[in-house]
């Protein structure tokens, strides 16, 4: 009885221990495929907002405008959406919409997070720390979990824009590209493309006209 009691007992075991293999082996696999983290953990973004010839500079009156709209709007990032090509209908199931964050759409949100938060409207003084001039957020959304399953870059002039940071949050339903000011060329459209990692056919793309979203 001893015997058979031990034997069930190791079966029971190395069942476990086979399992557990099988779990670690997938989700090593599910990781390599669909992408975690983007960038490398801890790498840090340093934030400025000084040059006034950026295309989206804002000066103190300007803030204080966008803190007002912030404050009083529920319709944030409506003027910054993306407009899009013509996609499939398997596609359309993944990708919801893009926009793209210019410190104006930035001071909107932190103005109207800090309002619903607090109950106060901010200050541009506590705002300015928040914009930046070098780098350019380009978020897209994603229904579930898709943003793990599609790459995102931007493109101009037949080559692709450099980025400093890519992001997906949210448990894949929304990716950001920190784009690289520097890169871009503002008096020319860009393109967001938005394709699968595994099969590039598969793609989704936005137009990205940076004078419609100037201040």
């Not at 759409?105 to 109207?112: A, G, I, P, Q």
């Not at 690289?180 to 503002?186: N, P």
Request: hydrophobic share 35%; no cysteine; proline share 4%.
């Amino acid at each position: 009885m001893n015997m058979l009691k031990k034997m069930f007992i190791s079966m029971m075991t190395m069942t476990i221990l086979i399992i557990s293999g099988f779990m670690f082996l997938f989700q090593g696999s599910v990781d390599g495929t669909l992408g975690m983290p983007d960038s490398p953990i801890g790498e840090k973004m340093e934030k400025s907002f000084e040059d006034e010839s950026y295309v989206y500079y804002l000066n103190d009156e300007q803030i204080l405008s966008a803190i007002e709209k912030g404050v009083t709007s529920t319709e944030l990032i409506d003027d910054f959406l993306l407009d899009k090509s013509e996609v499939t209908e398997l596609q359309e199931t993944d990708v919801a919409f893009a926009y793209v964050e210019t410190p104006y759409l930035t001071v909107l949100k932190e103005s109207r997070n800090i309002f619903d938060r607090y109950g106060r409207r901010p200050v541009p003084q506590e705002l300015k720390p928040e914009l930046m001039d070098q780098f350019l957020p380009v978020h897209i959304r994603f229904y579930e979990n898709k943003g793990y399953v599609y790459n995102v870059k931007v493109l101009q002039e037949d080559h692709e824009v450099e980025y400093f940071r890519r992001e997906t949050r949210g448990s894949g339903s929304m990716k950001t590209l920190y784009v690289k000011v520097d890169d871009l060329d503002f008096s020319e459209r860009a393109i967001v493309q938005v394709e699968d990692k595994i099969d590039p056919s598969i793609n989704h793309s936005f137009y990205l006209d940076f004078q419609i979203y100037k201040p």
